[in-house]
């Protein structure tokens, strides 16, 4: 167990490993051919955030320009304003345009590097035209500055939101209106337009880092996405690949079935003669053997046909629980019945080894629901198991009893060599043995205890195995209260009424000899 969880954990590790590795040359290679440092796809979701952005707040913008030219025209002149809305109103078309046209544009199409300078250029111009309407002329009344500052950082914040995916958009578009109202400020020379020159620099820089920030917390919602996309990719990859060898795996294992119910008809055919003429032979039916060997020989060929044959029933029994046609014929049997005979049939090999086998039964356990024959199988492979590595004069303990939940357990102890922990998912497996079994006992299939667990599963029950080195091996086989046949009570049906007024029933004697009813004598002798 400890093993397999190192090898997975390193396992685990190569892989981030790997990850980690293809995601630093992926960001290389995106930082090599993009034109802003960031990935290519995320310079086209940039932008076609930002033509988003324009295309939403378009009649927003269209609005403030409209507004401020008719404020602009009570100090400016009618002319003057209407010239400065009609220029800023074009530049804004232009963009609602370009924005347009680029969303229509497929993405395998759009020249990033191009589009993002036709962007700049464009919000250079709102820029610039904003900078020649906020600059005040010479004559104009005094007192305006205030209106200045307050158009300077609608326009700033304005353009701050909605070009923040492109950073150097915001520049061009706030910089020039921000540095025009600065300097206007600054050559009036008195300590009122230095506070608002001041003032101007200040939200200039508040919003720049706003931009920034929104900038950035875009470029990191993009970054996410693709990561859960390119896991997504992963995950689904790693579906396809699961379910073809899902699909490969039930296709090999009706393959399996299909020849093991084959070869069990051609091996059980020979194999049942082999068996019948070496039990003829061994017991010398027609006659004796001249030559002694001869019988030893027919007893060798019967013991290894046995041998063979019930190998081949525990692969089939195995197969069919795996495939999962191994039907449960459950009817109500005494655990406790099972287990002392599944005691009888080992009581001569084990007295053969010279190993004792004690029982401790508790007494009056009800019947539980169950298939015997599982359940005679699983006993005889755990005794079995017990015998065949117990050393000689060991000591084997069968217990049934009560859990404590209410179900009925029986188990299995041995003063065997033991099992040590990284081996029990080993033996627990089909065809599996420990390294201490293999050297310290005959050998076997290894189906034993898979089949075992198995059946115990089929029933609902839990298996344990608990073994120490040189100490010995306790398996624990647990069944549900679920399964426990308790008594029940008797039906207590009531007892039929009379009525005050109604007349007693007529009693009608029983004839014992032919058992027909005679009718009630009118007289008593």
């Known amino acids: 167990m400890t093993t397999s969880n190192a090898s997975d954990a390193r396992e685990e590790a190569a892989a981030k490993r790997r990850r980690a590795a293809a995601q630093r040359v992926r960001d290389a290679r995106d930082r090599l051919t993009s034109t802003s440092g960031t990935r290519p ?18 009649f927003v913008v269209f609005l403030l320009v409209a507004t401020v030219g008719f404020l602009s025209s009570l100090w400016t002149g009618a002319a003057s304003a209407g010239v400065w809305t009609v220029s800023v109103l074009l530049i804004h078309a232009v963009m609602v345009t370009k924005c347009r046209q680029f969303l229509a544009t ?12 036709r962007f700049v250029i464009l919000d250079l111009f709102f820029g610039l035209a904003w900078m020649f309407n906020l600059v005040q002329p010479v004559g104009v009344v005094e007192g305006t500055g205030t209106f200045m500052l307050f158009v300077m950082l609608l326009v700033v914040a304005v353009s701050s939101m909605l070009a923040f995916s492109l950073p150097i958009a915001v520049f061009a578009a706030t910089v020039p209106v921000t540095g025009a109202v600065a300097i206007n400020f600054a050559l009036k020379g008195n300590l009122h337009d230095y506070i608002l020159a001041i003032m101007a620099v200040t939200a200039q820089g508040y919003f720049l880092l706003l931009a920034h920030r929104l900038y950035s917390s875009a470029l990191q919602t993009l970054q996410a996405r693709a990561e859960k996309d390119m896991l997504i990719g992963e995950l689904e990859q790693a579906k396809t690949i699961s379910d073809e060898a899902r699909h490969r795996a039930e296709a090999a294992n009706i393959s399996k079935s299909r020849f093991l119910a084959q070869m069990s008809h051609e091996l059980r055919t020979p194999l049942n003669a082999i068996l019948g003429f070496s039990e003829v032979m061994k017991n010398e039916i027609f006659g004796p053997h001249t030559v002694t060997a001869y019988k030893e020989y ?40 099972v287990v ?30 169950g298939d015997e024959r599982a359940i005679r199988q699983i006993a005889l492979n ?4 017990a015998v065949k590595f117990t050393p000689q004069g060991g000591e084997i303990w069968i217990k049934v009893g009560w859990t404590a939940s209410g179900g009925q357990y029986f188990s299995v102890k041995d003063t065997g060599p033991g099992i040590p922990e990284d081996e029990v998912p080993v033996v627990l497996a089909s065809f599996g043995q420990g390294s201490n079994a293999i050297k310290s006992a005959e050998q076997g ?39 426990i046949m308790t008594a029940l009570a008797p039906l207590s049906e009531p007892s039929p009424t009379i009525q005050p007024n109604e007349p007693p029933l007529p009693i009608v004697p029983f004839d014992r000899r032919d058992g027909t009813t005679q009718p009630a004598s009118k007289s008593v002798a």
Request: negative net charge.
């Open 382 to 385: 755990l005794l079995s198991n």
């Open 298 to 337: 027919s007893n060798d060929i019967h013991d290894s046909g046995q041998h063979l044959l019930g190998l081949i029933n525990e692969i089939l029994d195995l197969s069919r629980i795996e495939a999962g046609r191994y039907e449960l014929n459950e009817e109500a049997i005494s655990l406790v019945n």
């Open 41 to 58: 796809v995320f310079d086209y979701e940039l932008m076609r955030m930002f033509a988003q952005n324009r295309l939403s707040a378009s």
């Open 445 to 483: 299939a290894g189906l034993g205890l898979p089949i075992a667990k198995s059946l115990v599963d089929l029933h609902g029950g839990t298996f344990t195995l608990k073994s120490k080195l040189r100490v010995g091996t306790e398996v624990i086989i647990a069944l549900p209260p679920e399964r």
């Open 340 to 369: 002392q005979d599944c005691h009888h049939l080992m009581k001569l090999r084990a007295k053969n080894r010279m190993i004792a086998i004690h029982e401790v039964f508790e007494p009056d356990l009800p019947r539980v629901w």
């Open 106 to 117: 497929p993405p395998f199409e759009v020249n990033i590097k191009a589009w993002r300078i």
